[in-house]
């Protein structure tokens, strides 16, 4: 079974910066694409990064050039530098793969951005 542990959100004030880890197990981690996502208050969960197997990267529009993603293949764990956080960032963030034709999530971690 696929288990995927996010850590590292927090509080932080705008223009300041997180760093999210995803920890992965019960796959072969490096042959999997891994992906984040976020959901605020009343809205649906959006797309916000991807890495791929071979580590190619793809973001959404509100997020290119602040935040960055990246995975260690050694530790099976895949990371979400945010810097430059705005309040619009506030949100649930989820770690996702999808593997064997199945997607699974974390439970989240909590990124709240005060003005």
């Known amino acids: 079974q696929v288990h995927l542990v996010e850590s590292g959100g927090g509080l932080v004030q705008a223009g300041g910066s997180l760093r999210l880890s995803c920890a992965a197990s019960?796959?072969?981690?490096?042959?999997?694409?891994m992906a984040w996502y976020r959901q605020a208050p009343g809205t649906q969960r959006e797309f916000v990064a991807l890495?791929?197997?071979?580590?190619?990267?793809n973001y959404t529009l509100s997020v290119k050039g602040r935040f960055t993603v990246s995975r260690d293949n050694v530790r099976n764990t895949v990371y979400l530098q945010m810097n430059d956080l705005k309040p619009e960032d506030t949100a649930v963030y989820y770690c996702n793969t999808r593997w064997r034709q199945r997607d699974f999530w974390g439970r989240g971690t909590q990124v709240t951005v005060s003005s």
């Open positions: 019960g796959l072969n981690f490096r042959l999997a694409a």
């Open positions: 890495i791929s197997n071979t580590g190619s990267t």
